[in-house]
């Protein structure tokens, strides 16, 4: 079955750097987009950055996070620089339904999901 495992969250101050990984298992790894959501307690899940053909990104997140994925060790990674404590939520990595080169950016778009790793970003 199709799993995703997210890791690399954690506590940090504004201005610092994370690196989230996900760990993708019992799925082809490249024809399929992948991309990262994140929530907010008492906010609904938001997208925050896709790779498929190319990268997308949600505006609040450009120029600072980055997107990418290891084919060797089948993990897309989300590198997240200059955080803000407005960055601050659960981050869910996550599949898409279709195969193909567009990165949706619904969460209705995406059929198996990660647990999820917790980002915290102190002022």
């Known amino acids: 079955q199709v799993q995703l495992v997210e890791s690399g969250g954690g506590l940090v101050q504004a201005g610092g750097s994370l690196r989230l990984s996900c760990a993708v298992s019992?799925?082809?790894?490249?024809?399929?987009?992948m991309g990262w959501f994140r929530q907010a307690p008492g906010k609904e899940r938001e997208f925050v950055a896709g790779?498929?053909?190319?990268?997308y990104y949600a505006d609040s997140v450009k120029g600072r996070f980055t997107i990418s994925r290891d084919t060797t060790k089948k993990t897309v990674i989300l590198q997240m620089n200059s955080l803000k404590p407005e960055d601050t939520a659960v981050y869910y990595c996550?599949?898409?339904?279709?195969?193909?080169?567009?990165?949706?950016?619904?969460?209705?778009?995406?059929?198996?999901w990660g647990q999820g790793t917790q980002v915290t970003v102190s002022s």
């Open positions: 790779i498929s053909w190319g990268t």
């Open positions: 019992g799925t082809t790894f490249n024809t399929y987009a």
């Open positions: 996550a599949r898409a339904r279709t195969t193909g080169g567009n990165t949706p950016t619904s969460t209705a778009a995406y059929e198996y």
